[in-house]
């Protein structure tokens, strides 16, 4: 059985802010890299075989905490960012809400394509599903820890997994340095086994952006 640890990055200012992030390319601030540096001994725990992480900054230094612990390396792959927010990236939601209210109300309700262009939740599924199964296949019958971001890890995982998107929107957003575990074998398939496992934070006001 093949076991994936996908992993939400640590707070940036961006996320405290509640900046749109998207794909903008934001660092962990300090309680970023110490939720990092608390969540890594408990995933070294359970004795990863390999650890892949989204190019963008917060995700790197977030693997980098757990790298530190294992010794293993960190494979980077691009398809593993988080959606593009288009014309919303560096705004605040409250900036959002005021210069695109159409595109943001249908954003709210759950349109998987909204406008302002927003990158489509299918195309976001797909490709960060993809890496995830890359991923896996890389490991058969490990266990790989993925750093990526809240947005992108429920589609991706969402998408594995076979499920509608009206069914997706029932799942809470990762707290930073959450993680949801998935396993597979040959008879049952992907599997979701846990979700939002990690040390006790503050919840996410908004979805992951």
């Given at each position: 059985?093949?076991?994936?640890i996908?992993?939400?990055h ?7 802010a ?6 903008t390319d934001v660092?962990l601030?300090e ?7 608390a ?14 992480s989204?190019?963008?900054s ?6 980098a905490?757990?790298?530190a612990l ?11 960012r ?7 990236q560096?705004l605040h939601l409250t ?12 954003w709210?309700?759950?349109d998987?394509?909204p406008?302002a262009?927003?990158e489509?939740?299918r195309?976001?599924?797909e ?5 995830l199964?890359?991923?896996?296949d ?6 790989v820890?993925?750093?990526?971001h809240?947005?992108?890890s429920?589609q ?6 076979g499920?509608d998107?009206?069914?997706?929107r ?7 340095c959450?993680?949801?575990e998935?396993r ?5 398939g ?5 979700h939002?496992v990690?040390?006790?934070?503050a ?7």
């Amino acid at each position: 059985m093949t076991r994936l640890i996908v992993w939400r990055h640590g707070n940036t200012d961006w996320n405290a802010a509640n900046r749109v992030q998207g794909q903008t390319d934001v660092p962990l601030n300090e309680l970023g890299r110490d939720q990092a540096r608390a969540a890594a001994p408990l995933l070294a725990s359970l004795r990863p075989d390999a650890i892949v992480s989204s190019d963008l900054s917060r995700a790197a230094e977030t693997a980098a905490a757990l790298a530190a612990l294992t010794g293993l390396p960190v494979r980077t792959d691009a398809r593993l960012r988080e959606r593009h927010f288009g014309q919303w990236q560096g705004l605040h939601l409250t900036e959002v809400a005021e210069r695109f209210p159409a595109e943001y109300a249908r954003w709210r309700a759950g349109d998987p394509a909204p406008g302002a262009d927003l990158e489509p939740l299918r195309d976001l599924g797909e490709r960060v599903a993809a890496a995830l199964r890359e991923a896996a296949d890389a490991a058969p019958g490990g266990t790989v820890v993925i750093a990526t971001h809240g947005g992108g890890s429920r589609q991706g995982v969402g998408h594995l997994l076979g499920w509608d998107p009206s069914v997706l929107r029932t799942i809470g957003s990762l707290a930073n340095c959450h993680w949801t575990e998935l396993r597979h074998d040959d008879v049952r398939g992907w599997q979701l086994r846990a979700h939002n496992v990690g040390l006790v934070t503050a919840p996410a006001v908004v979805d992951a952006v």
